[in-house]
T-cell receptor, first 113, second 116 residues
């Protein structure tokens, strides 16, 4: 079965600084990859997804992610972080032959003023 | 707007109580899911329903009993829970086209459950 690792449990960045959240996956074939964001007390909101095609995908709120097959990675980036981006971010990998999705443990983002 | 609603948003129950969590999706999807989110642990998939049929049960204790009466509604019946069952329970839905790979899951806001 597929699996996901998010190496960073907690990241702190200053407002206006750039951001990169790491995600590594394990799956025997080309995966479906997702990034979700969760604000306190809320459910998960989809930021972006990769199914096929262009390896650089654009999402909502100014986020983007790049699929790198050689590194089994799908890192999330934002050029300039806003205070409202403080939340928990989850990377997930889905399989192509079922609807089983596996999530990483999450990275909590703190934004300093 | 998420399109997936869950009630109640918060629930406190004793270990001998029986309660139910409700999920409703307004997206026309044909698959629904229950997840458990505990502190400092990855989301755990509990149950999957495709076209109202349960297709996955990830070794969930029998004190959790799902019910899916139609493609829009999903319940999680709870009885004789333990304090370690306290968590955020998330419902999700997706559209799974016949003969094609899985699709994006859309989540509800969750039910925060506290078992005393």
């Amino acid at each position: 079965a597929q699996s996901v690792t998010q190496p960073d449990i907690h990241i702190t960045v200053s407002e206006g600084a750039s951001l990169e959240l790491r995600c590594n996956y394990s799956y025997g074939a080309t995966p479906y990859l997702f990034w979700y964001v969760q604000s306190p007390g809320q459910g998960l909101q989809l930021l972006l997804k990769y199914f096929s095609g262009d390896t650089l995908v654009q999402g909502i709120k100014g986020f983007e992610a790049e699929f790198k097959r050689s590194q089994s990675s799908f890192n999330l980036r934002k050029p300039s972080v806003h205070w409202s981006d403080a939340a928990e971010y989850f990377c997930a990998v889905g399989a192509r032959n079922n609807n089983d999705m596996r999530f990483g443990a999450g990275t909590r983002l703190t934004v300093k003023p | 707007e998420t399109g997936v609603t869950q009630t109640p948003r918060h629930l406190v129950m004793g270990m001998t109580n029986k309660k139910s969590l409700k999920c409703e999706q307004h997206l026309g999807h044909n698959a629904m899911y229950w997840y458990k989110q505990s502190a400092k642990k990855p989301l755990e998939l509990m149950f999957v329903y495709n076209f109202k049929e349960q297709t996955e049960n990830n070794s969930v204790p029998s004190r959790f009993s799902p019910e899916c009466p139609n493609s829009s509604h999903l319940f999680l019946h709870l009885h004789t829970l333990q304090p370690e069952d306290s968590a955020l329970y998330l419902c999700a839905s997706s559209q799974v086209p016949s003969g094609a790979p899985g699709e994006t899951q859309y989540f509800g806001p969750g039910t925060r459950l506290l078992v005393l």
